[in-house]
């Protein structure tokens, strides 16, 4: 089967807007530390205005968005399905998606662009609060079978679960996948998530999903397991794959009943975001690009080594051709 596409990606667009703040911020602000919070659009325009005097850079975001995003730096090709607007940062997330290469099928509508303010502390930790705007209405008829066809995966961010609309579009890409014999690889996105819909999950993970990614604390809380192997085994008992991160420890694969463990690479951590999003793209990238899962993870576990160490969940300073290649030369 030929394909157009590696992965189809499906995720909520937003903009992210990244600042480094000091924790005395933070703390005036009133916001928990390293995890993401909802919020309303004048919450978040009343937090960016107090960031006036901060270094800002924006970037076309959200979870998936992030990984296809890595998939196409790395050479690989992609597609991605997302709700903006016509606005001003509907414009500019479409135009540095297309800029990358990335196709986009899902026309722009009236309305506001969600966006995600990025506040990251001295400890690298990164407070998210997220408007979620039009991605929020992402549904099914935004889904393309014409598209995913031309797939070798469909790639779901599990934020999509987080609402009735973008839940059923994530179910409709699933069901769309399966029915034309495209692989389906999944993302948990949060342990808030599996504790919304463990039942769903599970059933996910048991019937369609093909890949598997979670890191240590999501893959505890679906399994009820401590240690990282017998969690991923695990799962591995009803995903075909599994890709669990360990943070600085790197992360461990189950493919064909085998565990492979994947070393981390040693960096100094300024800012995690979109540290899982980028492993994904490696993962992603070389198994669609005939690395074997080795290759792939040891790909996976430098991109994610290199997006911690800068500012922002696209990589400034993306692979070379060259880089790829000696990094999985020497991998068995």
Known sequence: MSTDYDVYGVGNSLVDIQARIEDSVLETLQFPKGIMTLVDEPTQTRVLQTLHTAKISRCAGGSAANTIAGLVDFGGKGAYAG????????????????????TIEVPQVAGQTGACVVLITADAQRTMLTHLGLSATLGPADISETEIRKAKYVYIEGYLFAGDTTKAAAMKAIELA???????????????????????FWELITGPVDLLFCNLEEARSLTG???PIDCAQKIHQQAADVALTLGADGSVLMHGGQAIPIEGVSTKAIDTTGAGDMYAAGILYGITNGLTWKQAGHLASHAASRVVAQLGARLARPFTPVEVVQIVQNVD
């Open 225 to 227: 397991q401590t240690d």
């Open 178 to 200: 399966k029915r034309n014999g495209v692989k389906v690889a999944f993302t948990v996105s949060d342990p808030f998530l599996i504790n919304m819909h463990r039942d769903l």
């Open 83 to 102: 709700k903006t607007g016509l606005d001003e940062l509907g414009e500019f997330w479409m135009k540095d998606m297309r800029n990358l290469g990335v």
